[in-house]
């Protein structure tokens, strides 16, 4: 089995910065795409940013310049440094990965529990 377990999420000032970690473990014998994801009370999950195996990123339009997506392909750890954080970026955020267990299996997609990232004055 692998888990994804998010960590770095808390409250910070409108304008602050905070980091978060997704690091996975388990049976894991490679990782392509993994990605952030946000959902805020009442609004749909939202796709923040992904970060291919090769390092190529993409971002969602109210994170670009201000967010950045990382990942340690040893560790199979993934971050995402936030800047310039707004109220608006108040939201539970979700590390989502695409594992593959073995060389002879495919790659299953999974979920870390989440965790909450608040920004208020």
């Known amino acids: 089995q692998v888990q994804l377990v998010e960590s770095g999420g808390g409250l910070v000032q409108p304008g602050g910065s905070l980091r978060l970690s997704c690091a996975a473990s388990?049976?894991?014998?490679?990782?392509?795409?993994m990605r952030w994801y946000r959902q805020a009370p009442g609004k749909q999950r939202e796709l923040v940013a992904v970060?291919?195996?090769?390092?190529?990123?993409t971002y969602g339009d109210s994170v670009k310049g201000r967010f950045t997506i990382s990942r340690d392909n040893a560790e199979n750890t993934m971050f995402l440094q936030m800047n310039s954080l707004k109220p608006e970026d108040t939201a539970v955020y979700y590390c989502?990965?695409?594992?593959?267990?073995?060389?002879?299996?495919?790659?299953?997609?999974?979920w870390g529990q989440g965790t909450q990232v608040t920004v208020s004055s």
């Open positions: 970060i291919v195996s090769g390092g190529s990123t």
């Open positions: 989502n990965g695409d594992v593959r267990s073995s060389s002879s299996e495919l790659f299953g997609n999974y």
């Open positions: 388990g049976r894991i014998f490679s990782i392509s795409a």
